[in-house]
């Protein structure tokens, strides 16, 4: 099935081709088990895209192809027109610095207080000046409510701190989409709403692509041009939030709502 979130110019009637990320005919196979079947997949610059469905349908699958921690067994995976799989190694990595994930566990280094936790990749990897790399970091401890934070260890913050922290630390490398893995799941139920409003802020201010994989239903609904229902590696049924949620048409759509909103 192919899922596009182009919308047609009204001049030719022919879809637009301007695509920031493009799956075609991505297969992904661990063991037996086919994560990913065929799958075709566009999503245009600046949308929020949001990916929903059972565990193990192949959400979080797509994250893991797009930050190269995973290989498609089959066919081609493109960002910016730039192709990311298959391709030589010097290519992956220069294409993977358009991406930034924020991941259900923190993945903070413990031994560097925050500041330096967000300034040590735009040094090393973006070849930033040290003085580059701090002003912008202390611009994204502002945009995330912890501009106090900076000479913290991750230690001595919350769940829901660390959390932001992470989400500033993937924005300081200037990435071009925000992949954001069930971002609220490890946190105590209290700290979920501070995240999620910060990225909703995230959202609304700026215009990074966003592709989520979440179980946060209403947050989906307010961030979202698109919803993509996930079942046993395809994409059953798509659509903006209104309808994917007020009005779905497949009856695996409104089982799986039906269960956990």
Do not use: W
């Amino acid at each position: 099935m192919s899922v596009d979130t182009d919308n047609q110019t009204p001049d030719t009637g022919h879809l637009r081709t301007q695509e920031l990320i493009r799956f075609d005919k991505v297969t992904k196979r661990f063991g037996d088990n086919t994560v990913l079947d065929g799958l075709d997949f566009r999503v245009e610059p600046g949308k929020h895209v949001t990916l929903i469905g059972p565990s193990g349908s192949g959400k979080t699958t797509i994250l893991r192809l797009l930050m190269t921690l995973a290989k498609p067994d089959e066919g081609t995976i493109t960002v910016a027109g730039e192709r990311l799989f298959p391709a030589e190694e010097k290519q992956i990595r220069e294409v993977r610095k358009k991406i930034g994930m924020v991941f259900q566990q923190f993945n903070l280094f413990p031994n560097m207080k925050v500041l330096r936790n967000i300034t040590e990749a735009p040094v090393t990897v973006l070849g930033l000046s040290r003085d580059e790399a701090e002003e912008r970091a202390r611009e994204l401890l502002d945009l995330v409510g912890l501009a106090d934070k900076c000479d913290a260890y991750p230690g001595q913050l919350s769940g829901g701190q660390q959390q932001r922290v992470a989400i500033a630390r993937a924005l300081a490398m200037r990435p071009r989409v925000l992949l954001l893995d069930e971002v609220t799941s490890a946190l105590d139920p209290e700290l979920v709403a501070g995240v999620l409003d910060v990225l909703r802020d995230i959202a609304r201010t700026t215009d990074i692509t966003m592709l989520c994989v979440t179980h946060e239903m209403n947050f989906a609904r307010d961030i979202s041009d698109q919803v993509l229902m996930f079942d046993s590696g395809h994409v059953i049924e798509a659509g903006p939030p209104e309808r994917m949620f007020g009005d779905p048409e497949h009856e695996r759509t409104r089982e799986f709502l039906s269960a956990v909103l």
